[in-house]
Nanobody, 119 residues
Framework: QVQLVESGGGLAQAGGSLRLSCAAS????????MGWFRQAPGKERECVGR????????DYRDSVKSRFTISRDTANNTVYLQMTSLIPEEADVYYC????????????WGQGAQVTVST
């Protein structure tokens, strides 16, 4: 069973930065991608971006391109989401998830990390 544990959530000022971490344990070899998602109360969960765990290639939703960066530390089975120039509307619960780069289906999810952005 793959387990994902997020950390690094908290409070940032508008225009500020935060970095989230997602530490994976278990049979992660079955997953080709790690995605980062966010969800605000009453809204659908949306994918912020993803990374191919072997090749390192990434893609992002348009609204975060050039502001958010996803990276990985393969030695420590950890994926990061570096967020810069945060806006208040991005105050959500952020989740990491492990799954397939090709199908975009994610089988394993972390517990979520709260990100708050103050004005």
């Amino acid at each position: 069973q793959v387990q994902l544990v997020e950390s690094g959530g908290g409070l940032a000022q508008a225009g500020g930065s935060l970095r989230l971490s997602c530490a994976a344990s278990g049979p992660t070899f079955s997953s080709s991608a790690m995605g980062w998602f966010r969800q605000a109360p009453g809204k659908e969960r949306e994918c912020v971006g993803r990374i191919h765990l072997k090749l390192g290639m990434t893609d992002y939703r348009d609204s975060v391109k050039s502001r958010f960066t996803i990276s990985r530390d393969t030695a420590n089975n950890t994926v990061y989401l570096q967020m810069t120039s945060l806006i208040p509307e991005e105050a959500d619960v952020y989740y990491c998830a492990a799954g397939s780069w090709v199908t975009r289906l994610y089988n394993y999810w972390g517990q979520g990390a709260q990100v708050t952005v103050s004005t």
